[in-house]
């Protein structure tokens, strides 16, 4: 896709992020019940709402395209380009009030994720990439965060231990050990704070599409490498329940120190 075709698709992706937000802001911080779903995680109506008007307006504009989708949005008809829908990525921190939490989209082309917005509306702070462009809340960003070489100075994150398996924690454990600094929970919001030069990784187990893919050319916009374990680019499965191992890293040097204590 040319650049005005993706200059296009971005700005049809922030009208989608507005409606969300419309939903969600409603809901953040109110008093409100939330239902478990059958993999224990939590569910709430603004999630199930939220992903209803994002899709609804995806399928007026794009009736062919395929959709992922975190509740029951999710749309197969077999066409090149598929969306990558969560509504509210950090449910459990949008519960209970803490602002981390993030709504996340992504378009696809033939499995490759060439354009993903994260949407923070309680911090009023909306990411959108694609190719080589980068902008937060509709300004351009460049990524210029000091660089460090090695990964005894590096700051991890990961948003939970009950994520990864126990072979997945044996290794991440070793990779905390060479590490300086630590830190769990954050959500979607660390990829960004990579972005930010806060974090210097975060490694995941565990994660579906549409927790990761949205995030992906947010990230390669600014040269942050992004891979899984095996050191293999993220694209879209053709198995719905395909979980991504991710290892997101500030700079080669470190992403190269990282993974090898990780594949």
């Given amino acids: 896709m040319n650049f005005s075709e993706l200059k296009e698709l971005s700005a049809f992706i922030n009208i989608l992020a507005d409606a969300s937000k419309k939903i969600t802001s409603k809901g953040f911080g109110s008093n409100f019940s939330s239902t478990t779903k059958n993999d224990g995680s939590p569910v709430t109506?603004?999630?199930i709402n939220a992903e209803k008007i994002i899709c609804d307006q995806i399928l007026k504009k794009f009736?062919?395209?395929?959709i992922i989708a975190e509740e029951n949005g999710s749309v197969k008809n077999e066409s090149d380009y598929t969306w990558i829908i969560d509504p509210?990525?950090?449910?459990?921190s949008y519960i209970i009030g803490r602002p981390l939490w993030g709504t996340l989209i992504g378009f696809a082309f033939k499995g490759q994720p060439i354009i993903g917005l994260a949407d923070f509306p309680a911090l009023n702070e909306r990411w959108i990439g694609f190719a080589n462009n980068c902008f937060l809340n509709d300004l351009e960003y460049?990524?210029?965060?000091n660089q460090i070489e090695n990964l005894s100075e590096a700051t991890i994150a990961s948003?939970?231990?009950?994520l990864?398996?126990?072979?997945?924690?044996?290794k991440y454990k070793k990779l905390l050990n060479k590490a300086k600094y630590h830190t769990w929970s954050g959500d979607c919001h660390n990829y960004c704070l990579v972005l930010k030069g806060g974090l210097d990784l975060v490694v995941e187990e565990g994660l579906s599409s549409y927790d990761i893919l949205p995030l992906v050319p947010i990230l390669k916009s600014q040269n942050i490498k992004i891979t899984d374990?095996?050191?293999q680019e993220l694209e879209v499965e053709n198995d719905t329940f395909y979980k991504y191992k991710t290892i997101v890293a500030s700079n080669s040097e470190i992403y190269d120190q990282a993974?090898?204590?990780l594949k």
């Fill in 229 to 231: 374990w095996g050191g």
């Fill in 164 to 170: 990864f398996s126990v072979e997945g924690s044996t």
């Fill in 259 to 261: 993974i090898s204590l």
């Fill in 63 to 66: 009736p062919n395209h395929n």
């Fill in 88 to 92: 509210i990525d950090g449910t459990r």
């Fill in 159 to 162: 948003t939970s231990p009950s």
């Fill in 142 to 145: 460049h990524f210029n965060a």
């Fill in 45 to 47: 109506k603004f999630d």
